[in-house]
């Protein structure tokens, strides 16, 4: 089973771009559907993004759309977020997951190994 830790949260001004990575241990990482999940305070923990094992697959919450992109490199064992034009609404701590299942999932329980989150606070 792999371990993940992310980075690259901070605090930045509304418009600006923020990119977090994450990095898995092991050696099965590529064997793993990888997803962003956020949760702010006093809200339940939603969906981001996701992307399949292999790439080829992404899926992305309507509210990020055309501002966030998902991508992975397998030799790194990396996934990241590229994250533009941020608005204040997207404050809130970022989780990466990773899921056994097969195309992207979406939903929180689909996903067995989390790693510890990373805080991004967007100013307006």
């Known amino acids: 089973q792999v371990q993940l830790v992310e980075s690259g949260g901070g605090l930045v001004q509304a418009g600006g771009s923020l990119r977090l990575s994450c990095a898995a241990s092991?050696?099965?990482?590529?064997?793993?559907?990888m997803g962003w999940f956020r949760q702010a305070p006093g809200k339940d923990r939603e969906f981001v993004t996701g992307?399949?094992?292999?790439?080829?697959?992404?899926s992305y919450a309507e509210s990020v759309k055309g501002r966030f992109t998902i991508s992975r490199d397998n030799a790194k064992n990396t996934v990241y977020l590229q994250m533009n034009s941020l608005k204040p609404e997207d404050t809130a701590v970022y989780y990466c997951?990773?899921?056994?299942?097969?195309?992207?999932?979406?939903?929180?329980?689909?996903?067995?190994?989390w790693g510890q989150g990373t805080q991004v606070t967007v100013s307006s």
């Open positions: 997951a990773a899921s056994r299942r097969v195309g992207v999932p979406d939903l929180p329980y689909e996903y067995n190994v």
């Open positions: 092991g050696r099965t990482f590529r064997t793993y559907a």
């Open positions: 992307i399949s094992w292999s790439g080829g697959s992404t």
